[in-house]
Each structure stands twice: as C-alpha cells, then as structure tokens.
C-alpha cells in the first residue's frame, strides 16, 4: 500500500506530542536533538535496522551538497544528516489552508528524521514503524545566487531541484511519498562562512546546506486564490520615526504585487531596496534618497508584476543591510 505522505512540518510538530521512537539508543548513535535542554524524560532513541554505511565524501560543491542530502536519507544516517545540515537550518513547507509557509529548526528536522529511520510509538502503540528503505531520485540541478547574499556568490548559492523525489518504504509492503513532487530549493553556504553545528568543519572547500523549501508551487497554488493586503496601515510603524537599524516591514500579509513595504533607515543618503525570488533570481531593484533618518513606505514591487509567491525585500544602505522574505498574493 502507498500513498502521499503528509508534509515534514506536520510530522515534525506531532513527533513533540509525546511520540517515543522503538527501541533503545544504540551505542554510538547520537542523542536526540535537544537532550538536556528540554527532551521529554521518556523520549530515548531508536535503534539502527541496520548498519550505518561508512561516511560519505564531504560534499565539495553546492550541488553535490543537495545530492548528499538525499544519500543520507538513503543510508538512513543521522549523523550524515547532522553533517549536512548547518546550525542555522530551517526547513520550510506549505500549508495550503492558510497559504502561508510553515518553517522547522535543524533540531525539529533531525526529529522528525530519526522517526522516520528508527520508528515511533505512542502509548505502546507503534504509531510509524522504522523504515525498512528509503530511495530518492534527484536530477535537474541549477545553481543560482543566494537572495539572502546576492553580493557573496563564492559563498552563498541556492540550488534548485526540478527532480527531488523520496520513497519511504515501510515494512507489509506499504511506501508512501516524501514530501511533494514538484521542484525543491536548496540554500548552501560554504563551510569558512556557515553557521557550524557540533563537529562540523569550517572548512572552504565543503558545502552546507542552511535552508530548504519543500512546496513552493503549492504555495503559489494557494496565493492565487487569494487577495493581497494594498495600502494597509501599520499604526505601529510612523512615517519619520527614530530608526536606530536597518529594518525592512511588510505592509500586508500576505501582500499585495505592488510591494508596500515600510524601511527603517538609521541614516540619510542613498539607499537600495531590491527584490528577490526564492530561486535567487532578481525581480526588481531601486535606488532612492533618505533625507532624513527614520521610517518611510516605498513599493518595492513597482514597475513589475509580482505573480503570487514568496519573495525576499533586501535593504541596502552604505555596508549595511537586512534581508526578510514576504509572501504576495494576486
């Protein structure tokens, strides 16, 4: 029996409501993220069903770091999956019903993972046995700049995925699918400029992957069918106000094509508002002069069409800058 498996970021937040994985913590086998912060006394680790194969080679190369990604799902190995995934890790997936992306931490991804690998009961009752294999297919790489570091590409870079498709096959002859089906992105950073997670390297030639987006196209699905939110005032945010940072604050969520964003600009003189993809491609970009330091409103949308979808807004001013991504509607 096989069918759609419901997105990680459902599972991710059931697995914390008293979900226990079978069996005993193998020696060697790493301890639950958060143990000793704020684990659940009952919660112990799940054995191994078999071997962990032999570390792979560090990756080498944004894409091959998306191409490990799926190997270690494939060897059932949290400690590859704990090599690959730098500290700073989200993974973020769609909730249709509320058109809005749903986001999961390195600790609630290496959660949800080790229930995969090694099974889950709750109560006694087996709820997910441990995965017997799990088989991925990944083809149709393209690299591009990171919108979050468009100015730091031997850094930063996003993959995208068009093929990024799991199997999880269960004992009883029953499977079900990772995920969804359409195209993935990946953000990787260089080992000298990730944000390092136990024993990882800080090393140049090694890559790490820092986000991931699951379900784009089910968002833009959803954002199609919904109206964005034009001209809506923020009675917290006034025109002119002291601004001691940078910060970028949508006005509407989700917001509508034109953009309207409200700036905090700590300083006068020039600044530059641009507008990125997901993908890391450049939708619109603008200079405009700060007369005075404060709070002002600008269309970071204007002169395009922002189809629905989400998009990062990066501010720039001098050497600084703040990055915050939005999600536009029709």
Known sequence: MSG???????????????WVPVGARAAGDPAPPGAGRSAPPSVTWGKLTRRVPAASPAPSTPAAAVEALARAYEAK???????????DFHFHTTDENIARLLEVDRARELQVAGAIFHGLVQRGEVIQPAADSI??????LSENADPEHPDSTAHYRTVVAARFEGDIYLPGDRSYETGTRGAQIFYVVRGDAAALAGDQSADSTRWYVRRWFEDIEG???????????????????AQGAAALALG??????????ALDIAFDLPR?????VEVFDVMGRRMAGQLFQVTAPGTMRLRAGAGVHLAPG???????QGKQSATRMVVVAR
């Open 219 to 237: 968002l833009v699905a959803s954002l199609r069918d919904i109206d964005g939110d034009c001209d809506q005032a923020d009675s917290s945010l």
């Open 248 to 257: 970028i604050h949508p006005l509407g969520n989700p917001a509508c094509p």
């Open 135 to 140: 088989s991925f297919q990944v083809g149709g």
């Open 310 to 316: 989400a998009y990062w807004v990066r501010l720039t």
């Open 77 to 87: 190995s949290l400690p590859r999956l704990q090599g690959l995934l730098a500290a």
């Open 268 to 272: 006068s003189g020039q600044a530059r």
């Open 4 to 18: 759609p498996h419901p997105p990680l970021a459902v599972l991710a937040v059931v697995a914390l409501l008293s």
